[in-house]
């Protein structure tokens, strides 16, 4: 490491100002600021020095996904080889998804990151690591047969017009991966719904001998519960019409987006973006207790299939628990008052089941209700703080 940190420091002049590769500036400083830690710190006035920074931050993130990641792409692998009646183990099962995975995140990246570094060097301004996580985040909650087009051009759309557009880093109001997420389910509605975008059904690796299957479902359990009639519904059951518990949908052996199926996985996200304080408790628990209260209103009063499934089914199938976890949570975009991030947090997991039972054709309602409630936080933020103000000055009034 200290031969790469001699070599950066010998062509760095080239990148500065007057350097015959100034116009790279942006995109050196990005490199160096990857590989190491800068060494510039404040010359004056009052700062807080930290060990902390917006890119061990982005790390940590990261390293809490891979749980969900990882066994997103065994899942992969899994409800192929289910599909095909095959038993390749469990390293080859690993390696299918693996590879059916790691495309769209290099897309993610290439695309996302690619219009960072331009918008940074057009700006001349340094390049931010927001983006490390929506680049893993967005493959992580698309279907696994989503064309990489399709996410190359929706990566592009969200980080042109939900975060470049309002300031950047920091400035946007919505998450970005999921609007990137909305943008594909808006403009690209077969590909991002039905019975068979869940399940990779084309071996094109040739790990499984090349063979295809057209004749199963492979709709998701909140797909299943959407149209299913009250009358004729026996529960959910997986692509070879073999019936899943609550337990198939705590581990995520269930058909779903990339990363959104294992609670178990998500949870040890949560341990350690909690531990880490990275993210809000207080906002990861109010989205379920929100969801919670939510599904037990709907179990009193409700006679659809939808309207009765169970809480515990409620928080653990569809991208609830991750939506909780890792989309609510976003320091950016969520509430930043104490208060504020009880009240918006338990909005979050309210309407996510209030979307997912009342709308029949959008199973899945934790990506709306979270984009709902960024618009939202700035506004409860406000309200917490004029409260704060308003019983302050009636205290001092008081004590007149």
Same mark, same amino acid.
Request: net charge negative; aromatic share 12%.
């Given at each position: 490491m200290k031969a790469l940190r001699n070599?950066?420091?010998?062509?760095?002049?080239?990148?500065?100002?007057g350097g015959k590769l100034a116009m790279f500036r942006s995109v050196f400083e990005g490199f160096e600021s990857f590989l190491f830690v800068p060494d510039t710190t404040s010359k004056s006035g009052v700062h807080i020095h930290d060990s902390i920074d917006s890119k061990r931050t982005m790390t940590v993130v990261i390293i809490a996904l891979l749980p969900a990641l990882l066994f997103g792409m065994y899942n992969v692998g899994y409800q192929h080889n289910l599909a095909i009646g095959a038993n390749p183990g469990f390293w080859m099962t690993f390696i299918f998804g693996f590879l059916a995975v790691l495309p769209k995140i290099i897309v993610s990246y290439v695309v996302g990151l690619g219009i960072e570094f331009v918008v940074a060097q057009w700006k001349k301004e340094e390049i931010q690591e927001g983006f490390l996580v929506s680049g893993i985040l967005i493959p992580m909650i698309v279907p696994i047969d989503t064309p990489l087009w399709m996410i190359a051009v929706a990566t592009a759309f969200a980080v042109i017009f939900a975060k470049e557009v309002f300031g950047g880093t920091g400035y946007n109001i919505f998450n970005v991966a999921l609007v990137t997420r909305a943008f594909l389910f808006f403009a690209y509605p077969a590909a991002m719904s039905g019975d068979k975008v869940f399940v990779r059904t084309a071996d094109t690796f040739g790990i499984g001998g090349g063979q295809i299957v057209d004749g199963f479902s492979g709709a998701t359990p909140l797909g299943q519960i959407a149209v299913a009639s009250k009358d004729? =519904? /026996?529960?959910?059951?997986?692509? +070879?019409?073999?019936?899943? &518990?609550?337990? %198939?949908?705590?581990?995520?052996?269930?058909?779903?987006?990339?990363?959104?199926?294992?609670?178990?996985?998500?949870?040890?996200?949560?341990?350690?973006?909690?531990?880490?304080?990275?993210?809000?408790?207080?906002?990861?628990?109010?989205?379920?207790?929100?969801?919670?209260?939510?599904?037990?209103? =709907? /179990?009193?009063?409700?006679?659809? +299939?939808?309207?009765?499934? &169970?809480?515990? %089914?409620?928080?653990?199938?569809?991208?609830?628990?991750?939506?909780?976890?890792?989309?609510?949570t976003d320091p950016v975009t969520s509430a930043r008052t104490e208060t504020g991030k009880y009240i918006y947090g338990f909005l979050v997991g309210l309407m996510a089941i209030l979307i997912r039972v009342l709308n029949p054709g959008y199973p899945e309602?934790?990506?709306?209700?979270?984009l709902l409630m960024n618009v939202f936080a700035p506004l409860i933020d406000y309200y917490v703080v004029e409260a704060n103000i308003s019983r302050r000055l009636n205290r001092v009034k008081l004590n007149k």
């Open positions: 070599y950066l420091n010998k062509i760095k002049p080239n990148f500065e100002e004729a =519904f /026996n529960g959910v059951v997986n692509i +070879v019409g073999q019936p899943l &518990s609550t337990w %198939d949908a705590f581990t995520g052996f269930i058909p779903g987006s990339i990363g959104e199926t294992s609670v178990i996985a998500i949870l040890i996200g949560a341990v350690i973006l909690l531990i880490t304080q990275i993210a809000s408790w207080k906002t990861m628990i109010s989205v379920f207790v929100g969801g919670a209260f939510m599904s037990l209103i =709907f /179990n009193a009063i409700g006679t659809t +299939v939808s309207m009765q499934t &169970s809480m515990l %089914d409620q928080i653990c199938l569809g991208g609830f628990a991750f939506g909780a976890v890792f989309m609510a309602g934790m990506m709306l209700a979270i």
